[in-house]
């Protein structure tokens, strides 16, 4: 089993910036793909960004392309989530997940495609 610990949440106004870490335990980091989801009461985990094992492909959902950065660092079992131009909107509890990969390239986007689920860390943005 990997276990996931997510950390870096917190209260930032409308426009600011947040940097979630997600760390994991193990020796295989390097062969999972990793993603971040969020979830608000009452509605559906949302994928958010997803990253290959390698770190060479990612991928966003469109409300978050362009304000968001996803990036791993395998020597450190760990995956970050760069937030930037945060909306009142994008307040949610925010999850690491990690599944073992197919490829070093492949990448997944559905919360059913991943084994791996960290505690979930909250993001509360201000208007």
């Known amino acids: 089993q990997v276990q996931l610990v997510e950390s870096g949440g917190g209260l930032v106004q409308a426009g600011g910036s947040l940097r979630l870490s997600c760390a994991a335990s193990g020796r295989t980091f390097s062969s999972y793909a990793m993603g971040w989801f969020r979830q608000t009461p009452g509605k559906e985990r949302e994928f958010v960004a997803t990253?290959?094992?390698?770190?060479?492909?990612?991928y966003y959902a469109d409300s978050v392309r362009g304000r968001f950065t996803i990036s791993r660092d395998n020597a450190k079992n760990t995956v970050y989530l760069q937030m930037d131009s945060l909306k009142p909107e994008d307040t949610a509890v925010y999850f690491c997940a990690a599944t073992p990969a197919y490829s070093s390239s492949t990448y997944y986007l559905g919360a059913n495609s991943y084994n791996y689920w960290g505690q979930g860390t909250q993001v509360t943005v201000s208007s």
């Open positions: 990253i290959s094992r390698s770190g060479g492909n990612t």
